[in-house]
């Protein structure tokens, strides 16, 4: 089959739709000492003005293995083309 590889800002079958998105940059650094089998799940949500879940993104963050890791999400939205939905 056809498979689109859609550059971040597009989605749809063949790329037919243009997404907007907020780039978020993270880097975890922990203050206290952690046990190296320390795990955490971060849950990174965009919301509507309505509370609605608009993007989410999920990280494992395994202490032992991703001390030095750095964290580039993307959370992608729909483009709003008619400007009277924010007013």
């Known amino acids: 089959g056809f498979v689109c590889l859609c550059p971040v800002t597009f ?24 046990e190296p089998s320390t795990v955490f799940r971060l849950m990174i949500y965009l919301l509507s003005q309505y509370h609605d879940i608009v993007s989410y993104e999920e990280i494992v963050y395994i202490h032992d293995i991703d001390t030095l890791q750095n964290y580039v999400i993307y959370l992608l939205y729909q483009r709003i083309t008619n400007t009277s939905l924010w007013n």
């Open 11 to 34: 989605y749809g079958d063949h790329c037919q739709y243009q997404s907007e998105r907020i780039t978020v940059h993270l880097k975890i650094q922990t203050l206290y000492y952690l």
